[in-house]
C-alpha cells in the first residue's frame, strides 16, 4: 500500500517551509539590544572634560580688526578647552603678546609664564607678568588682566611701575592699554626731582 501523493507533497512544502523559518531565524540577529563597543583599552587616552580639544605648539598669530592688525600672539604651547559652551586658550612656554597702535606701531607689549584668553578678547596674563611700553614704563607683577571691553589693564596684586626718574609701587592698579594714564592704589613711590 503507497503514500497518498497529497499527503506526501504536504510533507515536503511543510519540510521546506521550517528549513526557510530556520534559515531566517539564523539569519536575524538575536535579542533587541544594540551591539555593545569595543571595551576600551586602558593604555587609550581617556578624553574628560580637562581634556583638550585642540593643541599646538609655537603657536604665532595676528589678530586684526577691520584689517587693521591689533596685536600679535606667541607661545611655546596653546591648549583649547570648551566649557559650557564657551572656547578658552591656555598659553604658556614664553608667553607674549604685543598692541598696535592706529599707526601699525608697537604701543605696548606683556610677557608672562602663562595666560588665558577669552571668546570676548579679554586676556589674563599670570606669573612673572611684564608690561613695557613704547615710551619706556615697565610694569611688574604676578597677574594682570586685559580687558577686550574697554581694552584696559588692572590688577589687584601687588605691583612696580617703573619710568624714567620714578619708579612706584602699590597693590592694585588700572591703565589703558598705551599705559598713558594709569591708576594705582595703596601706592608707595621715589623719584628724582629735577633742580
Not at 544594540?34 to 593604555?43: K, M, V, Y
Not at 581634556?51 to 577691520?66: A, D, H, R, Y
Not at 607678568?129 to 594682570?144: L, M, P, R
Request: charged content about 25%; aromatic content about 6%; glycine content about 6%.
Amino acid at each position: 500500500m503507497g503514500i497518498p501523493l497529497l499527503h506526501f507533497e504536504k510533507n515536503i512544502r511543510r519540510n521546506a517551509l521550517a528549513a526557510l523559518a530556520l534559515c531566517a531565524l539564523l539569519l536575524i540577529p538575536h535579542g533587541c539590544t544594540p551591539p555593545q563597543p569595543p571595551a576600551q583599552d586602558s593604555d587609550m587616552p581617556k578624553i574628560t572634560a580637562d581634556t583638550p580639544v585642540q593643541e599646538s605648539w609655537e603657536i604665532s598669530f595676528l589678530v586684526t580688526e577691520e584689517g587693521q592688525r591689533k596685536s600679535e600672539i606667541k607661545a611655546g604651547h596653546v591648549a583649547e578647552f570648551r566649557t559650557k559652551g564657551k572656547t578658552e586658550q591656555h598659553l604658556d612656554k614664553d608667553v607674549s603678546v604685543v598692541f598696535f597702535d592706529e599707526t601699525g606701531a608697537v604701543s605696548s607689549s606683556i610677557s608672562a609664564e602663562q595666560a588665558i584668553m577669552y571668546e570676548n578678547k579679554d586676556i589674563e596674563a599670570i606669573g612673572n607678568v611684564v608690561i613695557t611700553t613704547s615710551n619706556g614704563t615697565i610694569i611688574k607683577t604676578e597677574y594682570a588682566k586685559r580687558s577686550g571691553v574697554d581694552r584696559k589693564i588692572r590688577s589687584n596684586r601687588f605691583v612696580t611701575i617703573d619710568r624714567p626718574n620714578q619708579t612706584v609701587s602699590g597693590y592694585g592698579f588700572e591703565s589703558d592699554q598705551e599705559l598713558k594714564h594709569y591708576r594705582i592704589f595703596r601706592a608707595t613711590g621715589k623719584g628724582n626731582l629735577k633742580q
